[in-house]
């Protein structure tokens, strides 16, 4: 598995992420706004949800590589006052970002994606972290009226990320085996195989390259932006909104897919 990103960026981008959803939030004209891409949340909701997991992430980190599951949140609960709550999430995000320094990207760390490609470690809790944060800001400026694009590096890494943690398990593809492939406009594509053997995902080789001919035609391809590709995968724009090529039913089905 490839990164883009090392464990210095992760936590700057946490930070930076987090600053500009608290931003979204604060010119947002109402917290009882509904989130257009959480519709069951108010904005209120949202800031409550993404403070509280923070805070629960913190503890797990903090409870070191025996754990055994996901730790509750500490500290207070989050105040309804708009002022009082932004403070509140600024604090939830330091006591992440705390937990994190101090564990260091190595150590061991209880995760729900044990079956995936990704290690079971702080590193890629805080990898995932970054994405959980920035797709939530996404959420929160698009309520306040004022979305932003992704910045290229999170999405980057985010359509990485998203294959080798979200989508790639050892249970078994219910379906007929499929290849897919996945294209950043001039940039690097990923390839995700489905078969009774799960979902297995790897970086594509450089177009032109002998690796590159070898390989299999894919039964369907998705091409777009980083960001286009990362905000299909996470639901905020519709599967189909990137360019398809080949049967985007296989596209409709990994949607619907939930491993056991």
Do not use: N
């Not at 079956?115 to 797709?135: D, F, I, K, N, Y």
């Not at 910045?151 to 980057?156: E, F, G, I, S």
């Not at 932006?225 to 409709?252: C, M, N, Q, S, W």
């Amino acid at each position: 598995m490839e990164k883009t990103l090392e464990f210095p960026d992760l936590l700057r981008l946490i930070d930076e992420r987090s600053t500009a959803f608290r931003a979204a939030v604060a010119a947002a004209p109402s917290l009882d706004t509904q989130v257009p891409t959480c519709p069951e949340w108010t904005l209120s909701d949202l800031v409550r949800h993404l403070g509280t997991g923070r805070r629960a992430w913190a503890a797990t980190v903090a409870a070191g590589p025996d754990a055994t599951a996901k730790a509750a949140p500490e500290g207070p609960d989050a105040p309804r006052e708009r002022e009082a709550l932004l403070e509140w999430m600024a604090a939830s995000t330091r006591a992440l970002l705390d937990a994190l320094r101090e564990a260091g990207p190595d150590r061991g760390c209880w995760t729900w994606w044990g079956t995936s490609q990704s290690p079971q470690t702080c590193g890629a809790v805080a990898r995932h972290q970054l994405q959980e944060v920035a797709m939530h800001t996404y959420d929160a400026q698009l309520t306040a009226g004022d979305p932003r694009p992704l910045p290229d590096q999170v999405a980057l890494d985010g359509i990485d990320e998203f294959l080798h943690t979200c989508v790639a398990t050892t249970d078994p593809w219910p379906h007929e085996p499929a290849v897919v492939d996945y294209h950043v406009t001039d940039g690097p594509s990923w390839r995700l195989w489905l078969s009774g053997d799960g979902a297995r995902a790897t970086r594509l080789p450089v177009p032109g390259t002998a690796a590159d001919e070898a390989l299999e035609a894919a039964d369907v391809s998705a091409t777009g932006t980083a960001a286009e590709l990362v905000l299909a995968f996470y639901g905020r724009i519709p599967v189909d909104a990137p360019k398809v090529d080949g049967d985007i039913r296989i596209f409709h089905q990994l949607v619907a897919w939930e491993p056991a």
